[in-house]
């Protein structure tokens, strides 16, 4: 099984509607991060967390919430989607220290589309 | 100026070739480097990374940085159809608590052909 999966694999919702991506881990890592990819623009930091009560904005958090459920989980939520968050959204996880923080797995993506 | 640059390419070379692969960055700060591999459809994953300057080595794969040009490569040799991705750099300047900060290039996407 995948140490790092997400759901949907894939969505497509209409403007005005919210909706919330999933994120869960096996590998027993404290921090989560949540990233958007787009054509042109490579990868961004949406939020990360480094524990159950420890949340921050990414670079480009507005539009977008989360909610660390649990140490393994970790949810993206977009509560009034707009077609500009069209986009591949990524799921990664990292141990705490120093290099370990900088080895980032990734989930397998949702494709999200915003009509 | 952004803080890294990667072409995009698209980069086609033949089997067997060796592979160039190149960003540039503008934050001096930065002192961990990686490079991350992403197939189609497929989330990214670490291929190497590297503290400051210097160059290591992994079988087929070599990355090497230069912090005085502020310019890091990496090398594949034979290269195989099975390296077909896109190939992202990443870079973090760990001071401050903030290791958990990737900045990424846009990435190269490479077709090696049979």
């Known amino acids: 099984d995948a140490d790092v999966t997400q759901t949907p694999r894939n969505r497509i919702t209409k403007t005005g509607k919210r909706i919330m991506l999933e994120c869960s881990q096996t590998?027993?890592?404290?921090?989560m991060y949540w990233y958007r990819q787009d054509p042109g623009l490579g990868l961004r930091l949406i939020y990360y967390s480094f524990d159950v009560k420890d949340i921050n904005k990414g670079e480009i958090s507005d539009g977008y919430s989360v909610s660390r459920q649990a140490q393994a989980k970790f949810s993206l939520s977009l509560e009034s989607a707009i077609p500009n968050q069209t986009a591949l959204y990524f799921c990664?996880?990292?141990?705490?220290?120093?290099?370990?923080?900088?080895?980032?797995?990734f989930g397998p993506g949702t494709r999200l589309t915003v009509t | 100026q952004k803080e890294v640059e990667q072409d995009p390419g698209p980069l086609s070379v033949p089997e067997g070739a060796i592979v160039s692969l190149n960003c540039t960055y503008s934050?001096?700060?930065?002192?961990?480097f990686m490079w991350y591999r992403q197939y189609s459809r497929k989330g990214p994953e670490l291929l190497m990374y590297?503290?400051?300057?210097g160059n290591k080595e992994d079988g087929r794969f070599t990355a090497q940085v230069d912090k005085s040009s502020k310019y890091i490569s990496l090398f594949i040799r034979d290269s195989q159809p099975s390296d077909s991705a896109t190939y992202l750099c990443?870079?973090?300047?760990?001071?401050?608590?903030?290791?958990?900060?990737?900045?990424f290039g846009k990435g190269t996407l490479l077709t090696v052909n049979p």
């Open positions: 590998k027993g890592h404290d921090r």
């Open positions: 990664a996880t990292s141990d705490t220290g120093t290099p370990a923080s900088y080895e980032q797995y």
């Open positions: 590297t503290y400051s300057s």
């Open positions: 934050n001096s700060a930065f002192q961990y």
């Open positions: 990443a870079m973090t300047a760990p001071r401050g608590g903030s290791n958990y900060k990737l900045t």
